[in-house]
């Protein structure tokens, strides 16, 4: 009788906590989970998941996208988090053209296909206009991850954004990580750093309404005028110098929340 009344009491106390308590330490959780491997979580302190996913209001009860996830680094952290939901989706190049993202989306679907350790992660897909076929006016919450630069590579950033918008609900989040361009570079982006000014300007025409920035993702000591831009720091170092740009560590980054119209 005793045990009973104490394990009544240890559920009591477990249920009248907050929810967002209980969220909370899931998505800690989900971080520290060892599976990562040390390569990835070696690389929190630059990328902040915690506040910077707790800063979107990522929530179990969601339906989450993260766009073009790369080889998963936020796709491990969020399968695990979103785990037993049913509700996380990531969107993909249908038919990747060039050589670096037909692997890197290979050795992702490698990784998460049939991966128990994670949790499900099901797929969309882009076609090579940036559209895609399925799930407008579906999605609560929708991430990108350092990708405005490729699509304005490619000329196709407003094609991107404008998708988002058609999948997002009205009032849903939209949250944009990118390598951030000094304010007095006369380029709006420039070997991988965008302007935020004129990045935000792009994502509002989209039929979007920016919301608020954090600084979670800042970096003060990336001064930015590196020969090989972004990728002359980690984790590429790409003009060598590896001590050097370790000591500088990964870009400067703007973390930007927007609702859909």
């Known amino acids: ?7 009544s009491l240890v559920l009591l106390f477990f249920f009248s906590l907050p929810f967002s308590s209980l969220s909370e330490d899931s998505l800690k959780i ?6 990562r491997g040390n390569e ?7 990328r902040n998941p ?61 990784k998460f296909d049939n991966n128990e350790s994670f949790g499900s992660v099901k797929k969309i897909y882009f076609n090579e206009n940036l559209n895609i076929d ?9 991430l990108t991850f350092r990708n405005s630069h ?6 196709k950033a407003e094609k991107a954004y404008n998708s988002f918008s058609k999948l997002l609900k009205k009032g849903g989040i939209l949250g944009v990580v990118q390598h951030r361009a ?27 309404k920016f919301v608020e920035k954090s600084e979670i993702n800042a970096n003060p000591r990336d001064i930015k005028n590196y020969k090989k831009g972004v990728w ?21 980054r703007m973390t930007l929340k927007f609702i859909k119209l």
Not at 1 to 7: P, T
Not at 40 to 46: A, E, F, L, M, S
Not at 232 to 252: A, C, Q, V
């Open 150 to 155: 490729n699509w304005l590579q490619m000329k």
């Open 1 to 7: 009788m005793k045990y009973k009344f104490l394990n």
């Open 50 to 110: 915690y506040d910077t996913l707790s800063f979107f209001e990522i929530s179990k009860e969601k339906k989450v996208l993260e766009v073009i996830p790369g080889t998963g680094w936020y796709t491990e952290i969020i399968s695990k988090y979103m785990k037993g939901s049913q509700n996380f989706y990531v969107l993909m190049y249908d038919k990747p053209k060039i050589d670096i993202l037909k692997k890197i989306q290979k050795k992702f679907l490698n």
């Open 40 to 46: 990835n979580i070696n690389r929190d302190k630059y």
């Open 232 to 252: 002359s720091l980690p984790p590429r170092f790409s003009d060598g110098k590896k001590t050097h740009y370790l000591n500088i560590g990964e870009s400067d």
């Open 182 to 208: 000094s304010i007095n570079n006369k380029k709006n982006f420039d070997k991988g750093y965008v302007k935020e000014s004129f990045l935000i300007k792009l994502i509002e025409n989209q039929g979007f």
């Open 30 to 35: 989900a971080i520290d989970n060892p599976l």
């Open 134 to 142: 399925n799930k407008n006016d579906y999605f609560d919450l929708v």
